[in-house]
């Protein structure tokens, strides 16, 4: 009799096979040839492995597997490793396979674990033979490079492809240097440099303006920007066709300059609705009429210059309403807009597919069965490819009858703005891939990752890269015990135990009620009331039970530098949770007209923030110095160098004019910790002090000027020096503050906390994305800093240095 596994499993297995095949999907594929992605992959064994390299031998055979997935095989019966790939991608991914699964080895944003046994470990029967799930493994979100990769050379980007594809990635976004190629349609058609520059963002701000979000905000652009990023997408795309991979390239989505209303006077064009609030310097982009001739020419034109520049793969990304409001609720606007793009990609190339991000529908005030139905009907089934870009916690296609038969890909979207709060949901990422296989009549084609930002929760990442080939859920418990030792290069049952707590903790959140990365004490703006409540999903002496383990174990492993990393995040986390004690007590004191107690909390909490900037100060991951200098590395002159590096600066403090997006994107960095987030709780301890001695009504509004004029507006235009290279030692410093903050962390408020989360989220029912983006997309009040005209004699198309 068949096991109860065995039939789970002959069940999964089953649903896999029979997973819905697209035809007209069929021509995307590699557009190398077989020797040039065996050349291509070897190239990158060489780079992972260098003098080892000489151990392996990769060979591709596209005709390995079953048809529209990638297959890799493992050979150990000779002196040497064979792996042999269907693309040059599968055959990377088999090198990873073999790395993590045999050698007990790690190779992550955050660094390499290495240690590769010699001889080479055998695999069990002598090879191995696994197979892709699902055709394709997307990766990227249109916000990923503005928030990760804005600064990356061609050093870095080089080794982002290798990490993509030793996970399988085979279709990712390539957006970089399309600026170019938008500002030679243009300027074709009788628009200036001016105009473009009007048009597009500065480069921490690109995602944006090519959403038609804003315009102009931390411009103007450079041409030797342009330039730049031109030469290097040529890079980007030619390495990832060489390994098999499939670039996503841009498409035009309506948006279009402000000057077109001059080139073109009898065009059909409206305003979009306000994004964020930026005022009308920056706000309210035309979008031409989809019914305007000028529609087909620009976008048309678009595809044939990108074709004659370097080629294109069939696929385009096209968002005309990220997260902007349709002027008409009507099916039939809708549905001309959806056959509109579809007819101009056509036009432009006959085997295109538009790939649509499903982000959109999040707003279910506007996007209705009806609406939704009328977008993804107006296009052919299976010429378009819908991200279900946060499947994880709010998926799409259960709300739309599998995208009413339009091909998805189910994507983790996991971090927001690049924020580093620890934070997973390991349950839904483990399960979700294969219930969205199994939805009645699903139309998943892929997986794919999503996340905004990069550079944090590496464990997640590995985690779901996994679900490229595995056939069922993992046991987490076993996989993180596995996952320790490949990160350590070693483990033992104290390390495997504080990972169980971080998986019980802070990688267990499963539902979609709690926010990560909002309302972060040490990252918020301070205020007094409405009362600061960050979302804690978790039991935090699950946390601070890992923080006692690791540091206890710290003199074992502190040769390694993933484990280094990871101990000075456990201590940044714990600190962080810590100070929602030191504030909620402050605030309540002040509630009782408690001086005494106010001055004593706010010194605590001063204490623990500068603390916090020692200690992140320690590893080379949390340096402010190394994001402004990725930024300044690309400059041409000093006037460039203080144009990207005020790019840099505002992405991550007010992001916009006057903090529109304020502290969306912060991070937990030495260096930002000491010189913007320390100083603002500074001002509020000292204004709240001062208030109480002089017997003052608070007011919030005086607070916020205070703020904003002394902190976060000359934040975004000052020079300072940051260090790009470690202070300090990590060991003796985490070792101190535990000592020091341990104890504080024994109150009983850390018990209340997770409850109190619950409460709150009983009361207001609506998941975080829509408490979160609901007035972003409802256009309803929102406060921003308000306008001194003393402090903004700064224009922003020159920078002025005072």
Known sequence: MISVKNFVILFINLILVNSRDFESLSHLKPKASAGKQEEAARQLFQRVLGSRANEFKVKIQTDLGPKEKDTFVINTQEKYVEIV?????????????????????????????????????????????????????????????????????????????????????????????????????????????????????????????????????????????????????????????????????????????????????????????DWMYFNKSYCCNYLLDFNDPLFMKIAVRLIKEMEYEFGVDHVYSVDTFNEMEPRSNSTEYLALSGRTIYKTLKEGDPKAIWLMQGWLFIDEGFWKPPQMKALLTSVPQ??????????????????????????????????????????????????????????????????????????????????????????????????????????????????????????LGVYNNTDSLHDNNIDIIVTTLPRMTPLIQQDVWFNPEDLYVAWDIMTLNLDDFSNSSLFMYDIVDVTRNSLQILSIKYYTDLVYAFGRGDINAVESLGNKLLGLLSDMDTVLGSDSHFLLGRWLKAATDNAMDMQDSWFLQFNARNQITLWGPRGEIRDYACKQWSGLIKDYYLPRWEIFVNYTMDIMIHNKTYNATELDIMIYDKVEFPFSYRLDQYPTEPQGDSVAIVKSLHQKYRPETQSDFFQTLQKATEERHKKDKRNWIQRKYGSRMKQSKKKVSPYNPQLHHIVNKDLVIN
């Open 382 to 503: 299976g010429e378009m490819i819908i991200l279900d870009l946060y499947s994880e916690i709010i998926p799409i296609f259960t709300r739309t009858e599998s995208y009413y038969g339009q091909p998805f890909i189910w994507c983790m979207l996991h971090d927001f703005g690049g924020t580093m709060e620890l934070y997973g949901a390991l349950k839904l990422i483990n399960e979700g891939p294969f219930n969205g296989r199994a939805y009645p009549n699903s139309s998943m084609i892929g997986l794919g990752m999503t996340p905004e930002g990069i550079f944090q929760n590496e464990v997640i990442y590995e985690f779901f890269t996994e679900n490229v080939w595995r056939k069922e859920p993992r046991d987490i418990s076993s996989w993180i015990s596995k996952y320790v030792l490949n990160r350590y290069g070693k483990t033992n049952k104290f390390i495997d135990l504080a990972w169980q707590y971080l998986k």
């Open 85 to 273: 790939g269907t693309t040059g991608v599968a055959s990377a991914m088999g090198l990873y396979y073999y790395l993590t699964n045999y050698c007990n080895c790690q190779i992550t944003w955050g660094g390499r674990q290495l240690a590769i046994p010699s001889p080479l470990p055998k695999v069990n029967g002598g090879s191995v033979n696994i197979t892709t799930n699902d055709k394709f493994r997307f990766f990227q979100n249109v916000c990923t490079v503005s928030y990760s990769s804005v600064w990356f050379q061609w050093k870095e980007w080089e080794s982002y492809i290798d990490w993509m594809a030793m996970r399988g990635i085979n279709m990712a976004l390539a957006f970089t240097g399309q600026e170019a190629i938008f500002q030679r349609v243009y300027m074709g058609l009788g628009f200036t440099m001016e105009d473009m520059q009007n048009h597009f963002g500065g480069p921490a701000f690109l995602a944006w303006s090519r959403m038609g979000n804003m315009h102009g905000w931390g411009g103007p652009i450079t041409q030797n920007w342009i330039d730049d990023q031109l030469i290097l997408q040529h890079k980007i795309l030619d390495r990832m066709r060489s390994l098999g991979m499939i670039p996503v390239l841009p498409g035009f989505a309506g948006h279009v300059p402000e000057a077109t209303i001059l080139h073109f006077p009898t065009a059909n064009v409206s305003r979009m609705r």
